[in-house]
């Protein structure tokens, strides 16, 4: 019964003054803990929030669909080009006016997302069924160029539990090098 034997992965927050840092044995240790099923979700687009509502799935239909019970599947989100957007606070939507820079990307947000993250509270959720979420630090870097700040203030913005990762390309190479299956989940 492998999803009873595990444990919920730790919220590994970021430290701001670390742009460029990268806790690599972190990363590793995240994406190899012990899940009979892996799956990791690419969204370089916000999409509405697509990623979040397909990872939801997934881990409702092994919870439930299947009969697995909890913790069967790990479900990582992988966060690049504009879609590092999801991955910011409430301060950050609101300052930086995230919603209008991802319009003009041509990406799609709800109505309400001058309001803050529209996307926030499905985070916690996922995270207690043991998500993994990864923040590309190239994108993240242009979206700071886009918005009129620094990376530095970025990171004191991203949501708990947030990894930054060097690249979002590189870090679904690596989870697929660990035997997670690519959703792609925006066009």
């Known amino acids: 019964m492998i999803g009873a034997a595990l444990t919920t992965i730790e919220a590994m927050p970021v430290a701001a003054a670390a742009a460029t840092a990268f806790d690599r044995a972190a990363f590793e240790a995240r994406i190899r803990a012990?899940?009979?099923?892996?799956?990791?979700?690419?969204?370089?687009?916000?999409a509405n929030g697509a990623v979040l509502g397909f990872m939801l799935n997934s881990l409702n239909a092994y919870e439930y669909g299947?009969?697995?019970?909890?913790?069967?599947?790990?479900?990582?989100?992988?966060?690049?080009?504009?879609?590092?957007?999801?991955?910011?606070?409430?301060?950050?939507?609101?300052t930086f006016h995230l919603s209008d820079l991802t319009v003009r990307s041509g990406d799609a947000v709800p109505a309400h997302a001058g309001d803050g993250n529209p996307f926030g509270g499905r985070f916690v959720e996922l995270q207690q069924r043991n998500a993994s979420f990864f923040v590309c630090s190239n994108a993240l870097r242009d979206l700071a160029g886009r918005a009129g700040t620094t990376i530095d203030v970025l990171i004191t913005h991203l949501l708990p539990g947030m990894m930054l990762v060097p690249a979002g390309v590189a870090a679904i190479n690596a989870?697929?090098?660990?035997?997670?299956?690519?959703?792609q989940t925006t066009s």
Not at 34 to 46: G, K, L, T
Not at 67 to 89: K, N, Q, R
Not at 175 to 183: A, C, D, K, P, V
Request: charged share 20%; net charge negative.
């Open 34 to 46: 012990p899940f009979r099923h892996r799956q990791a979700f690419a969204a370089p687009r916000v």
């Open 66 to 94: 299947f009969g697995e019970g909890p913790g069967t599947l790990h479900a990582a989100g992988v966060f690049y080009s504009i879609g590092v957007t999801m991955a910011m606070d409430d301060e950050a939507w609101n």
């Open 175 to 183: 989870l697929q090098e660990e035997r997670f299956t690519l959703f």
